[in-house]
């Protein structure tokens, strides 16, 4: 039953994806190599990173992400607001947390994603608002930093 059961989850994970491709790989691949851009606390926004860098393959995560362009943003859109279901969410956090990425950690690279993308991100704003007025507090903050890290980049663009 256990076989079962960690086959099903595997599956659910690996199924295919409308997601846009760089180089040969996924948008969700080059996702899990960006450093998680947070909040460092209420009201006050500061860059922080989770993972040391290494900062050739940073670059390369980077340009891809840039060449995938505004083609990412329907699914950038849909990692920020995403939600692990229940059963899913339970079984991760008793059993596959360190093989399984969790909705919150992949909503983060998403946000960090935005702020690669700058101003070519502008077209996912009303998205972005509505999730920030939406019920799900996790993907209402980090909309909200998603339309920070946006409207910093846009200003220092000018």
């Known amino acids: 039953m256990m076989f079962g059961l960690t086959a099903a989850m ?5 199924l295919p994806t409308n ?5 040969g790989r ?3 691949f080059w996702l899990r190599r960006l450093p998680l851009t947070l909040p460092a606390a209420a009201g006050d926004y500061v860059e922080r990173r989770i993972r040391p860098t290494n900062s050739d393959a940073d670059e390369k995560t980077y340009c891809a992400i840039r060449r995938i362009g505004t ?6 859109l849909n990692r920020i607001g995403a939600e692990d ?7 991760k956090e008793a059993f596959f947390q360190r093989i399984l990425p969790d909705a ?3 909503r983060w690279q998403a946000v960090t994603a935005v702020g690669i993308l700058g101003t070519n991100a502008s077209c996912m704003l009303r998205q972005l608002e509505a999730l920030r007025n939406g019920q799900n507090i996790s993907a209402a903050c980090a909309a909200s930093v998603a339309i920070l890290e946006f409207n910093l ?6």
């Open 10 to 14: 595997t599956f659910y994970e690996v």
């Open 19 to 23: 997601e846009p491709y760089s180089d």
């Open 26 to 28: 996924p948008l969700g």
């Open 71 to 76: 083609n990412a943003l329907p699914y950038l």
């Open 85 to 91: 279901p229940g059963w899913i969410a339970a079984w």
């Open 104 to 106: 919150d950690s992949v």
């Open 153 to 158: 980049r846009s200003r220092d663009s000018n």
